[in-house]
């Protein structure tokens, strides 16, 4: 089974990062800089039975704004190529506007969304992380919550799990 999982998240979250510890290879560009990623790159893994299809979705200004919108479109659409999982990156306890746009995109889609919490490794004050994640769960119904490290790649087995389940 093929099945397509969307990336996303606004500029530099850790998208790319996450895509290729996802793919377990570099076939993403990963900066410091936002916008780095300028087009979508697909990443395959193949494991088994499954095979999932990685869009890392660039950021979220001028036309990278429509292909954000394009992507979320087909996702709601039944038609080929349809994005069955989507992985919204956020990074660790902070909660910007760009974040709150992506948010509406994703639960509008219909598409089951995991919030993958990232640089976790960042977060100074770990006891600000729970309270945090209390705060995360309100503003939509994710299949799940998890605090991740793409970098060191901290429980990224986890998010690997759930696309297993999902494809
Ligand atoms: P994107 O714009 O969302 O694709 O973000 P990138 O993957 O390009 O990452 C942006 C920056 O964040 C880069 O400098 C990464 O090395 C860094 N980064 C990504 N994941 C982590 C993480 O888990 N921990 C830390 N400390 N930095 C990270
Ligand atoms: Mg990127």
Redesign the pocket.
């Known amino acids: 089974h093929c099945g397509m999982v969307a990336i996303v ?12 510890r996802l793919v377990e290879q570099k076939v ?5 800089k ?4 300028r087009h979508r790159i697909m990443g395959i893994h193949t494991e088994g039975k499954y095979q999932a299809v990685y869009v ?1 979705t660039p ?1 979220l200004h001028s036309e990278e704004k429509r292909a954000i919108n394009r992507l979320m479109n087909r996702a709601a659409s039944s038609s080929i190529g349809d994005v069955e999982l989507i992985i919204f ?1 956020v990074e660790g306890t902070r909660w910007t506007d760009d974040d709150e746009m992506v948010l509406t995109k994703v639960m509008g889609s219909g598409v089951p969304v995991i919030l993958a919490i ?5 977060v100074k004050e770990k006891e600000e992380l729970l309270p945090h994640l209390q705060w995360l769960a309100t503003k939509g119904n994710f299949l799940d919550m998890i605090p ?5 790649g ?1 429980r990224v087995e986890q998010i690997k799990q759930h696309v297993h389940n999902t494809l």
């Open positions: 998240g606004r500029p530099n979250v850790g998208k790319s990062t996450l895509l290729n993403s560009i990963t900066s410091r936002p916008q780095t990623t890392d950021g990156v990232n640089k976790e490794d960042n991740i490290s793409a970098k060191h901290k």
